[in-house]
């Protein structure tokens, strides 16, 4: 990496973090990655990479972390047919040139449809009150603990959902005060995209949002076909 910036003559951009999220079960990571992650000394990486940077004159840009990855999975993964990783590293490389992550038009209207917000609710009050019969009934104490685990997840989600466009300030500090238009709505959008549309909590094939991105988003209908997340009480809701 910094022999190629070396080469040249442009800057590092790296997240300003001290340790990798851990991955668990069921996330779509893998066991062999997750296994590789919790070893990985990422923080003592960052600082080789530093050294070494310094060493050769080259410059080093540490930014915000704060949802690089969500922006990217949501607005460069399905536009410019990314991975997700790769995605990510472009909106940090963007961050760090102080470029805004503007919400795309076609998402921001999507946040004011009501439709849209009132089947993501749905769709998480109904996986809520799935999974608090199967806690009740459940007599194994880890599958208890994670129910309970995933039940924050879900309150925490209909929060967001209730408020798509946050609060006064909330944007403070995200990116330096580049991106006035907070981080809530990017949040709002993954938890009503992600786990409701495509079936993961991170999914790896984005493409699908390539329609709503572009502003083809015609709302939630009733019909015969399947929830695209395949949620709990949601098989009279499609999405087409």
């Known amino acids: ?7 040249h003559g442009v800057a590092i951009a790296t997240e300003k ?12 990571s893998g066991r062999a990655f997750r296994h590789k992650q919790h070893r990985f000394a990422y ?9 070494l940077a310094r060493k050769r004159g080259v410059e080093v840009l540490e930014v915000s972390p704060q949802d690089t990855s969500t922006i990217g999975m949501l607005k460069y ?3 410019l047919s990314l ?8 909106v940090i490389g963007r961050r760090a040139l102080g470029f805004e992550e503007k919400l795309p038009k076609g998402y921001e209207a999507l946040l004011k449809d009501e439709s849209f917000l009132r089947e993501a609710r749905s769709f998480y009050e109904a996986r809520m009150a799935q ?3 199967e806690r009740k009934e459940e007599k194994n104490p880890y599958l208890k603990r994670r129910w309970s685990r995933e039940l924050r997840r879900i309150q925490s989600a209909l929060a967001s959902l209730s408020s798509p466009w946050g609060s006064p300030g909330s944007w403070k500090g995200v990116t330096e005060g580049r991106n006035p238009s907070g981080a809530h709505p990017w949040r709002v959008l993954r938890v009503g995209l992600f786990l409701p549309l495509l079936g993961l909590e991170v999914p790896r094939d984005l493409s699908p949002l390539k329609p ?25 809701v499609h999405f087409y």
């Open 1 to 7: 990496m910094v022999a190629v910036a070396e080469e």
């Open 17 to 28: 973090l001290k340790y990798l999220r851990k991955s668990r079960r069921g996330d779509g």
């Open 43 to 51: 923080r003592s990486l960052l600082e080789k990479i530093h050294s």
């Open 77 to 79: 993964a399905p536009g």
């Open 83 to 90: 991975s997700k990783d790769v995605a990510a590293a472009y």
């Open 131 to 133: 999974l608090q019969r």
């Open 212 to 236: 709503i991105l572009h502003g083809s988003w015609e709302g939630w209908k009733v019909g015969s076909g399947p929830h695209p997340g395949g949620g709990p009480g949601c098989a009279n």
